[in-house]
């Protein structure tokens, strides 16, 4: 996947603008700490996790700290993909006051999401766990958070699907119904032939999947196969005809599939198992700031 540096900081920028009300990202914009707490004024504290779960989103807040504050001292005490204890130290950091306070609530939520990112990425990777299926995210992920969210899905041991519409070919039913009347072989052919990496198609039958195959798509999207023999025929379809063409095609399941079946579809013998609940449906890790004075 891409780097994710450039995007961290454009979206910690744009995230202290929303709350601060200015895109100076000057400290006296809020209000509260400005009024209450006295220019000179020093602090240091920590950030806590108060659930159990799997870091993510470190290096988010400790630029929103540097970014308000560039003298501000941060140690880092876990790192993306550490798990997480009720009590247990994420960070700690000392500077200015006011900027500290205005980094409270931006700081948290980026660990507050991208921690619930990878937790839930973690508890998929653990339910599959032998199998020999591996976990993927899709694109179903915060506007404007996806580079991140992706980067924590991989620090809770799942791995990436396509970035986005320009990195992959990803051919799905509409697709394939636009193109009517030329045939599903031949339009994964010609995707194949203007691009080189591999190709994606969607089936919603053995049929489909086999004209994928011959078409030359390096992954077969298996979607909303029923866990079970529908499944299996389909796994075992698209590798009989893959081999009979001297070539490797992965397998894939998507559609339906949730923490608690997870597993039945893996035990089908698919390559990868792509759940968009990783990003759309991850409940946040529950963290604390504390802040007291310092000399």
Do not use: W
Not at 75 to 99: H, K, N, S, T
Not at 189 to 216: Q, S, Y
Request: hydrophobic letters at 45%; charged letters at 25%.
């Amino acid at each position: 996947m891409t780097s994710v540096g450039a995007d961290l900081s454009d979206s910690v920028r744009r995230a202290l603008a929303e709350d601060l009300g200015s895109e100076s990202l000057e400290v006296a914009y809020d209000v509260t700490s400005r009024l209450s707490v006295s220019a000179d004024q020093r602090g240091r504290g920590h950030i806590r996790a108060k659930a159990p779960g799997v870091l993510a989103g470190i290096d988010c807040a400790v630029e929103v700290f540097r970014v308000l504050d560039g003298t501000c001292e941060v140690e880092v005490a876990l790192r993306d993909g550490d798990l997480l204890a009720p009590g247990a130290e994420v960070l700690r950091f000392e500077g200015a006051m006011a900027p500290l306070l205005a980094a409270e609530r931006t700081a948290l939520n980026f660990l507050q999401r991208l921690s619930g990112v990878a937790t839930r990425t973690r508890a998929f990777v653990e339910r599959v766990a032998g199998t020999g299926a591996r976990i993927f995210d899709t694109r179903k992920t915060t506007p404007g958070l996806r580079y991140l969210e992706k980067a924590a899905v991989v620090a809770g041991g799942g791995e990436n699907h396509r970035v986005g519409l320009f990195d992959q070919v990803l051919l799905k039913e509409n697709h394939f119904g636009f193109a009517q009347p030329t045939s599903y072989e031949d339009v994964v052919r010609r995707c194949v032939e203007g691009h080189d990496r591999p190709v994606i198609a969607e089936a919603r039958t053995v049929e489909e999947a086999l004209a994928a195959v011959r078409g030359g798509a390096g992954v077969i999207l298996l979607d909303n196969f029923s866990a079970g023999p529908e499944l299996r025929e389909a796994v075992d379809a698209v590798r009989s005809c893959a081999a009979g063409l001297g070539r490797v095609v992965d397998t894939e399941a998507s559609g339906g599939i949730a923490l608690e079946n997870v597993r039945e579809y893996a035990e089908c013998g698919v390559d990868r198992i792509s759940v968009g609940s990783l990003t759309h449906s991850a409940p946040a890790v529950d963290m604390s700031m504390m802040v007291k004075g310092a000399q």
